[in-house]
Nanobody, 123 residues
Framework: VQLQASGGGLVQAGGSLRLSCAAS????????MGWFRQAPGKEREIVAA????????YFADSGKGRFTISRDNVKNTVYLQVNSLKPEDTAVYHC?????????????????WGQGTQVTVSS
């Protein structure tokens, strides 16, 4: 199982990015997919998650109203659209997959992880 994240970069405050994570090695329909982030010196935290059907989503308070998560089960890909970026959004963003149908917010509850993509927001 491999998760390949991409789409990060350096952007000015107020800008936008679209992160993508392509999963390979098996089909992830029936699994929850999500995004976490980890800033230097801080713990990994959930950003957003989406159920297998896309019906249910979760957003951390920090991203509500600014972030959108979606998935394409044919392509085995999850996306995170991040808008109105702030310097405090600077972090490595990791995609993750969780077996089952319920969304969990703790990193230890997730089963597969990608290597991460760096997002840097300048003020």
């Amino acid at each position: 199982v491999q998760l390949q994240a991409s789409g990060g970069g350096l952007v000015q405050a107020g800008g936008s990015l679209r992160l993508s994570c392509a999963a390979s090695g098996r089909t992830f329909s029936g699994y929850v997919m999500g995004w976490f982030r980890q800033a230097p010196g801080k713990e990994r935290e959930i950003v957003a998650a989406i159920s297998d059907s896309g019906t249910n989503t979760y957003f951390a308070d920090s991203g509500k109203g600014r972030f959108t998560i979606s998935r394409d089960n044919v392509k085995n890909t999850v996306y995170l659209q991040v808008n109105s970026l702030k310097p405090e959004d600077t972090a490595v963003y990791h995609c993750a997959v969780r077996r089952g149908v319920t969304i969990a917010t703790m990193p230890q509850s997730w089963d597969y992880w990608g290597q991460g993509t760096q997002v840097t927001v300048s003020s």
